[in-house]
């Protein structure tokens, strides 16, 4: 079992920076790879950025220069940082993190935390 708990969101003005947090705690000792997803209203769920273990990061185009992933391994903590925020940015994020074989069943999600930005 993997629990996931996010953190930092809010209202923010377009332009503005927010850095959301995603504590992980229970069996992550075989996580293969963490990342945030989002979903915004009448939208589907989609991969913002994600950090595979011993791999490179990858962005969603829109997010890429800026949105940072990084995570803290003594902590436990997975890290998006969001700078230049703007109002298509709107939306619940999501904390993910997966192992092999990457079935649902493998597939841990934290509840999510609300982002807003305002014009």
């Known amino acids: 079992q993997v629990q996931l708990v996010e953190s930092g969101g809010g209202l923010v003005q377009a332009g503005g920076s927010l850095r959301l947090s995603c504590a992980a705690s229970?069996?992550?000792?075989?996580?293969?790879?963490m990342g945030w997803y989002r979903q915004a209203p009448g939208k589907q769920r989609e991969l913002v950025a994600a950090?595979?273990?011993?791999?490179?990061?990858k962005y969603e185009d829109s997010v890429k220069g800026r949105f940072t992933i990084s995570r803290d391994n003594a902590k436990n903590t997975l890290y998006l940082q969001m700078n230049s925020l703007k109002p298509e940015d709107t939306a619940v994020y999501y904390c993910?993190?997966?192992?092999?074989?990457?079935?649902?069943?493998?597939?841990?999600w934290g509840q999510g935390t609300q982002v807003t930005v305002s014009a």
């Open positions: 993910n993190a997966a192992r092999a074989p990457f079935t649902p069943e493998y597939n841990y």
């Open positions: 950090i595979p273990t011993g791999g490179s990061t």
């Open positions: 229970g069996n992550i000792f075989n996580i293969n790879v």
